[in-house]
């Protein structure tokens, strides 16, 4: 059974860091992609970051560009989303996916429960 579990969610101030990780298990991820997407309230669900689990190729949306950085952890068999600067508009619950590299960048086969992240002004 594959299972994408995520931690390290919580409450941070205006200008904090968070890092979450994403714990992935139940088959080879060697031909997928692993992102982290978000949804804040009121609002649909969007694209944060992305890496590639064998070549480590990584894109990011325009919005956190310069503060957020995706990596993979080997030994943890994770990919990890390294969150600085954070503002209020980061607010929101934070997932975890997983889609095969073959796939179109929506077509997501996995999904995390997801972690909250509340950034206070």
């Known amino acids: 059974q594959v299972q994408l579990v995520e931690s390290g969610g919580g409450f941070v101030q205006v200008g904090g860091s968070l890092r979450l990780s994403c714990v992935a298990s139940?088959?080879?991820?060697?031909?997928?992609?692993m992102g982290w997407f978000r949804r804040a309230p009121g609002k649909e669900r969007e694209f944060v970051a992305a890496?590639?689990?064998?070549?480590?190729?990584?894109s990011y949306a325009d919005p956190v560009k310069g503060r957020f950085t995706i990596s993979k952890d080997y030994a943890k068999n994770s990919v990890n989303l390294q969150m600085n600067g954070l503002k209020p508009d980061d607010t929101a619950v934070y997932y975890c996916?997983?889609?095969?590299?073959?796939?179109?960048?929506?077509?997501?086969?996995?999904w995390g429960q997801g972690t909250q992240v509340t950034v206070s002004s």
């Open positions: 996916a997983a889609r095969s590299r073959s796939s179109r960048p929506e077509e997501i086969d996995y």
């Open positions: 139940g088959r080879s991820f060697n031909d997928y992609v």
């Open positions: 890496i590639d689990w064998s070549y480590l190729l990584t």
